[in-house]
């Protein structure tokens, strides 16, 4: 089956980047993209982008394109999700998910990790 | 832009029938997965592919298409099934995954 293993807290300044990392345990990454979504506190999914991991194509979310970049490590077996130009409005617990995607229009996320906590405070 | 409606609470007595209701113009050519968030933790997948059931999901989940409009179905709702339930669709205009607002299932 596999999870996804995220670590817990960020802190950022505003204008400041941060990177979220996902490590794949029990499968190999490059079987199946990975994608984000975010979640900001009390508010619903937000899909951010996602990326296929064994030749590296990227598919960002209008809202996020030029300021995010979605990288993958496969020694390592990790996914990485880089957001620039942090705001306020960026606070969000950020999620990776494994993607699967079945026909021409049916995605899904059959596994999420427990989510990484991006504060954004001055 | 595309979007995917869903009503924000849902109350139903234990036991009872729970049905909660994501609709979308587009909703027709995408299949619809649905996920299930309790507080604190991460979303989980409870139907995919409009009506299936993932291993371990517990039989009184179901998932049903009409048109233009998903429903998840929880028959016999149990106090842990209290949870947020988002539904999620592919929308090929846009080449972008999208999710419903999210509706607040409350058994009592």
């Known amino acids: 089956q596999g999870q996804l293993v995220q670590a817990g807290v960020d802190v950022k300044k505003p204008g400041a980047s941060v990177k979220v990392s996902c490590v794949a345990s029990?499968?190999?990454?490059?079987?199946?993209?990975i994608s984000w979504v975010r979640q900001a506190p009390g508010q619903g999914l937000e899909w951010m982008g996602w990326?296929?991991?064994?030749?590296?194509?990227?598919n960002y979310a209008q809202k996020f394109q030029g300021r995010v970049t979605m990288t993958t490590d496969t020694i390592t077996n990790t996914a990485y999700m880089e957001l620039g130009s942090l705001r306020f409005d960026d606070t969000a617990v950020y999620y990776c998910?494994?993607?699967?995607?079945?026909?021409?229009?049916?995605?899904?996320?059959?596994?999420w990790g427990q989510g990484t906590l991006v504060t954004v405070s001055s | 832009s595309y979007e995917l409606t869903q009503p924000p609470s849902v109350s139903v007595s234990p036991g009872q029938t729970a049905s909660i209701t994501c609709s979308g113009d587009?909703?027709?050519?995408?299949?619809v997965s649905w996920y299930q968030q309790k507080p604190g933790q991460s979303p989980v997948m409870v139907i995919y592919?409009?009506?299936s059931r993932p291993s371990g999901i517990r039989e009184r989940f179901s998932g049903s298409t009409s048109g233009n409009t998903a429903t998840l179905t929880i028959s016999g709702t149990q106090t842990m099934d209290e949870a947020d339930y988002y539904c999620?669709?592919?929308?090929?205009?846009?080449?972008?995954?999208?999710f419903g607002g999210g509706t607040r299932l409350t058994v009592l």
């Open positions: 029990g499968y190999n990454l490059k079987d199946f993209p």
């Open positions: 999620q669709a592919w929308d090929i205009s846009n080449v972008s995954i999208i």
């Open positions: 587009k909703l027709g050519i995408s299949y």
């Open positions: 990326i296929i991991v064994y030749n590296g194509n990227t």
């Open positions: 592919q409009d009506t």
């Open positions: 998910a494994r993607q699967r995607h079945d026909y021409s229009n049916n995605y899904y996320f059959d596994s």
